[in-house]
Structures are given as structure tokens and as C-alpha cells.
């Protein structure tokens, strides 16, 4: 399944290198490294360096736009429901900034009701 999502957005990346660090990319993020960064990344793929990790996000050429608009596309087609409802969760806080938008989200809501 996994490679199938990836084979889903390959195309958006026009060099191999990138292709294959976008996988191993993707598989840290979903994999159990506790720290999600470069190094950690990195090191879970088998590079020595985060050399390559880094590219892909500094330099490299793609659409994270595009990507995420595959990856979404593929978990709805094979998870989702018509009637489902995504959610994504951090186990880091919320920036200050999102925190307070989605607290004034909640308070119209309530609003909402009771009005």
C-alpha cells in the first residue's frame, strides 16, 4: 500500500534522486523515529548525512501543493468514507497563532448554537 501512494505522486518529481528521497522521506515521517528532522530522517533511510533530505526541501524542484493534493487523492480513494471527515494531529502545540483562530473558531461555533 505504501508503495502505491508513493507511485501515486512519483511523477511530480522529474529526477530520480529526489523520487527516492521523497520516499524515504515519507516512510520517516510515518515510520517510529521519535524526532521527525533531517539527521533523524536521514539516518532512518541509511544516508550518513541529511544532505539529501535537505535538497528535496530547499532545493529540488516539485509541487508540495501537487504532492499533497496525491496523497489525499489516494487516502480517499482507498480510507475514506462519503461522509468522512480528515483530521491531522501533532503531538507538538499548536503555534500560539493557530491555537487562538481555532479557540475563536470554537467560540463562533457556541455562538452559533445558542443565537
Known sequence: MFDQAVARFAGRFR???????????????????????????AEQAGYARPGPMQRLLRTARWSAD??????????????GADDGVSAATSSRPAPNHIALASTRARAAEQDAKVG
Open 15 to 41: 529526477r530520480v534522486e529526489p523520487r527516492a528521497t521523497a520516499r524515504a522521506y515519507l516512510f520517516g515521517l510515518l515510520s517510529g523515529v521519535e524526532r521527525k528532522n533531517c539527521w533523524q530522517l
Open 66 to 79: 501537487d504532492v499533497r493534493d496525491d496523497v489525499r487523492a489516494y487516502v480517499v480513494e482507498h480510507l
